[in-house]
C-alpha cells in the first residue's frame, strides 16, 4: 500500500462531470482537486504540476484507465495512483497493479474511504471466507464484459441473458463481500 503522508493536491479523471463534483466537494476545502475529462488533459494537468495523489477512472471516453496510470507512475513515481470503476475484474486488477496503481476500488466509493484505505492496510483479504453468490455472479459479469471489450450487446449473447437484463444488472450497486 501507499505511504501515509498528508494529501494536499489530488487530480481526478473520469469522463463524467457529476462525479468529478462529487469529488471536488468530497475533498473538501483543504486540498485542491484538478480534474479531467481524459487522459490527454490528465498527462497535461501531470506534467505541469505535482500532485500527491491521483484517482484515475477505468474507462474514459475510450481511452484505458490503465494505459494513464502506467504514464503516470512513469512520469510521477512518487504520486499515490487509485483506480476507480463500478467495471473492475480479476484481469484489470492485475494490469491495474502492474501498471503501477497504489489501490484498486470499486465505485461508489467516497473521498473520505480512498483515504481510509490509503491510511490503513485493513483491507486484506480474508482467504477463508467465500464470497457471496451476488458477488461471484457479479464478478463473472465483470469478467464476460471485460472479454467483449465493454459491448453489453455481446457480453448478454455470452452470458445467454437478454441485453435488458445485462443492463439491469449493471445499474446495480457492486455488491459487497
Known sequence: MAETRQVRTVLVVDDDE???DGWRRGAGRERTVSAATDATAARDLARTHKFDLAIVDLKLNGSSGIELLRDLRRDAPDMTIVLCSGYLSVDVTVAAVRA???LIVFKPI?????????EDDIDEPD????PTLARAEWEHIM???ADCNGNVSAAAR?????RSSLQRRLRKYVPRE
Open 18 to 20: 457529476r462525479i468529478l
Open 100 to 102: 503501477g496503481a497504489d
Open 110 to 118: 467516497t473521498f473520505k474511504e480512498v483515504l481510509r484505505r490509503l
Open 127 to 130: 482467504l477463508e471466507d467465500t
Open 143 to 145: 469478467r464476460v464484459l
Open 158 to 162: 455470452r452470458l445467454g441473458i437478454h
